[in-house]
């Protein structure tokens, strides 16, 4: 038995998941919000992202199991020894992909490439020359590269895009087949009314996104046993497996630092604006200090402390990755410290309104206590509020991360995320020839997560804020504006 | 009138104070001066002599809160908290950790701040006003669709692409522009010009979508039906009505961030090499200069809390309904 190891931020992932199971069940018995999440259900961008944002999603809780395996007993260790375990930490994501993890180059090599980036001097025949040496790892089953690489390449991803293509037309036609049998149409007649997008959910949209990302993923799995894919970056690391680890950074940032807001936002602004008079002061006052802070020099303040503390007690983390992971955690929980004031300010106006309301007066009358107005009608009318707050502010989050890298007051410089790509993207892309991968891929990975989020973020508020339909983009034949 | 002016004026020094404390708290409290002193002297030559002659140097020899040794008033005077906060308010920001004097640095750095920020924000208003505008003479058709879709994409992509893109297209690909660097005079257009560009396009998307929600707002109003009733066309009721009153509050919102522009841009300044507020308060974090930072703090805050008190003032000059409470 591996020896499991329980990082901070993997148990607020699975504390995450936990509250996220609740509100789904919680959501699946309210009318209201089934109503509310129907709408979002029938919003082709929005499934599309939910997909992508489940993908991401399994990735990053995959990341998020770790253990530390077992090391082989020593020959001569006595049959009762202790078992000794690895020093190092990995995740079942790491498990599996054993084979991009432990392929590593010496340094830069150019996506799917055979031979090195740079030249060194190399042996051959008893001679010194210097020229681009071969991977150890990329293209090795290769005995003439330069021949054979381009159709080796060809072969294979034609291969890979072919099965993948298979499975999509088998999952098409079955989808086209249930569809079929629910409503008794002939099988071409379904056929047609998926494909022109009239169903009620928007299988049109989802089906794309599900060809798109089976494609890659059968592309991806072709090629990447036999090739870096997306290159190798300084040190010789393969750039997909490192953006496939910043997923679980950015997840981590995006939903923790949001949550971590909750709890203080609920507090504060439903007490401010229940209670009014000197309560409502002294918190709006504490919120305006906050926010007057510029967010960078309060973040940077916080972590640079952070960073005092943990150099001073190294004795409370056994490994570098607790060590990082640690600090990962704290950062996003500074994140959600130091962010409440907005949301704050929301509830606190959104209660100010209510309270106003008949029954909440009637409560009043009735003797209910303050604590039982507040938790029993007053919570359960700001909570989409938070829905919609916590889904905007996620990608916000992400690309901060980055920004916070930058400037020195991010995650661990060993930590893998966005953030520390990027960095390191701004010396290559000054370099002749340029190294232009590394960027790309994190560009690829980033957008992809900001832009799904965005998408479904929109199509929330819109389902959670009947005011924001007002604004949603109808194209030509539409019905127009309501004016 | 005034005696609203000054009622939110003291407020703001009231926010001032308690920004002052809570810095005060992070910085010295749990980062003590000892700490500091380890982290500047550096290496192995830390010693008790070496961290308390560092201390006295820096005038960081004395205690936090309340000195016990002083009499009297002293007990509260001869303090860390009194000696470094308070000469703040008097824009006495002393000498930074490495020896610099802070107050000078920010003369020299205010200029090339503002001349970054400032285009960059004007410049900017104006093209998301116009984009915006287009996009909402265009609703319902494809125009919209595809604009509001490239924004939401221009929305999800990091700052930090811009500027690394933009850096190679124009300076390293088409050597356009100089890729870093900063001159004074009219030499500094030249280094200006991708900055700014950059800094336009990476606000554009999200700003571009918010107007638009706020020009669709403005016209469902009653003012606007009536102008078309009267036979006017879209282009007139749109450039002429709805942008004179929606104007307003988009201006009277900007004011806000109007004295944070002096702040500079953290993140365009040090990526441009441009002698800014910005890059140094990023040049202090990384040298973990505490004396700088907090510093940049007061300042950061004063102006923010400049911007509520000014956006207050401009929106019952601009808005007559709006009364003073």
């Known amino acids: ?483 | 009138m005034l005696n609203y002016i000054i009622r939110r004026v003291l407020y703001g020094l009231l926010i001032l104070i308690g920004v002052n404390l809570l810095t005060f708290i992070l910085f010295f409290a749990v980062n003590t001066p000892d700490d500091m002193a380890r982290i500047n002297i550096g290496g192995k030559r830390v010693s008790a002599d070496a961290i308390a002659k560092w201390k006295t140097q820096r005038g960081y020899d004395k205690p936090l809160l309340f000195n016990e040794q002083a009499r009297g008033v002293e007990k509260l005077s001869k303090t860390l908290f009194v000696e470094r906060s308070l000469p703040l308010f008097a824009l006495q920001f002393g000498a930074s950790d490495t020896g610099r004097d802070i107050g000078y640095e920010l003369r020299q750095r205010a200029l090339p701040s503002l001349a970054l920020a400032l285009p960059t924000f004007l410049l900017g208003v104006f093209v998301v006003v116009v984009v915006s505008l287009i996009m909402v003479f265009f609703r319902n058709t494809y125009v919209e669709f595809w604009s509001v879709a490239f924004a939401v994409f221009l929305l999800s992509v990091s700052g930090l692409f811009y500027i690394i893109a933009g850096q190679f297209l124009f300076s390293t690909v088409l050597k356009l522009v100089p890729a870093s660097g900063f001159a004074g005079g009219l030499d500094m257009v030249v280094f200006l010009l991708l900055p700014v560009a950059i800094g336009i396009v990476s606000r554009m998307g999200g700003e571009a979508l918010f107007y638009r929600t706020m020009f669709l707002e403005e016209i469902g109003k009653d003012y606007v039906r009536t102008a078309r009733s009267k036979g006017l066309s879209e282009s007139v009721v749109l450039f002429r009505h709805v942008l004179g009153n929606a104007l307003l509050p988009i201006l009277t919102s900007t004011v806000a961030v109007l004295p944070l522009l002096f702040m500079g841009a953290l993140i365009m300044e040090s990526f441009f090499g441009i002698p800014g507020l910005g890059s140094f308060t990023i040049d202090a974090i990384n040298g973990q200069d505490f004396a700088v930072v907090r510093a940049m703090v007061f300042l950061g805050s004063a102006l923010y809390i400049l911007g509520l008190v000014l956006t207050d003032i401009s929106y019952t000059l601009a808005d007559p309904r709006v009364r003073l409470a």
């Open chain 1, 1 to 483: 038995m591996p020896k499991f190891v329980l990082l901070a931020t993997d148990l607020a992932l699975y504390f995450q998941m936990l509250v996220l199971v609740l509100y789904v069940r919680h959501a699946l018995r309210t009318p209201l919000l089934r109503q509310s999440w129907r709408y979002v259900q029938r919003d082709g961008a929005a499934m599309s992202a939910a997909l992508v944002l489940v993908v991401f999603l399994l990735i990053a809780l995959l990341d998020s199991v770790h253990f530390r395996p077992r090391l082989p007993p020593a020959p001569d260790a006595a049959p009762a020894a202790e078992i000794a375990y690895s020093t190092r930490t990995l995740s079942v994501l790491d498990v599996l992909l054993t084979g991009p993890r432990e392929a590593r180059e010496k340094t830069y090599s150019t996506p799917l490439a055979t031979h090195q980036f740079s030249k060194e001097s190399i042996q051959r025949e008893g001679v010194t020359v210097r020229d681009f040496p071969r991977l150890q790892y990329g293209g090795r089953h290769l005995e003439q590269p330069q021949e054979q690489w381009g159709g080796d390449v060809l072969r294979r991803s034609v291969n890979g895009l072919g099965s993948g293509l298979l499975v999509v037309v088998l999952g098409a036609a079955l989808l086209v087949l249930s569809q079929s049998q629910r409503s008794g149409q002939a099988f071409m007649l379904a056929a047609l009314d998926l494909l022109q997008g009239r169903s009620a959910l928007p299988w049109r949209a989802i089906g794309v996104t599900l060809t798109v990302l089976l494609l890659l993923a059968a592309w991806v799995a072709a090629l990447w046993p036999y090739y870096h894919v997306m290159g190798t970056d300084q040190t010789g690391n393969d750039v997909l497996f490192v953006c496939l680890k910043s997923v679980r950074t950015a997840v981590v940032i995006g939903s923790l630092a949001t949550i971590a807001t909750i709890p203080l936002a609920l507090l504060f602004g439903i007490l401010a604006g229940y209670f009014k008079g000197w309560v409502d002061d002294g918190i709006q006052y504490a919120y305006t200090v906050l926010s007057s802070i510029p967010s960078v020099l309060l973040i940077s303040a916080f972590v640079l402390m952070i960073q005092v503390f943990i150099d001073k007690n190294p004795q409370w983390f056994e490994t570098g990755l607790e060590r990082a992971d640690i600090r990962l955690f704290l950062l996003a929980t500074i994140l959600g410290l130091t962010g409440w004031a907005q949301l704050a300010r929301l509830l606190r106006a959104e209660t100010l309104k209510l309270g106003e309301l008949d029954y909440v007066q009637a409560a009043r009358a009735f003797g209910v206590s303050h604590a039982g107005i507040m938790r029993r009608h007053l919570l359960p009318n700001v909570t989409h509020i938070i829905v919609i707050v916590a889904v905007l502010d996620f990608s916000g989050l992400v690309l901060y991360e980055a920004v916070l890298s930058y400037v020195g007051v991010g995650v661990d410089p060993n930590t893998q995320s966005f953030g520390t790509m990027i960095n390191s993207a701004r010396n290559e892309m000054s370099r002749d020839p340029v190294i232009w991968w590394t960027l790309s891929t994190a560009f690829a990975f980033m957008v992809a997560l900001v832009l799904s989020m965005t998408l479904f973020a929109s199509a929330v508020r819109e389902a959670f804020d009947p005011r924001a339909r007002a604004y949603r983009v109808r194209p030509a034949g539409a019905s127009t504006l309501p004016s």
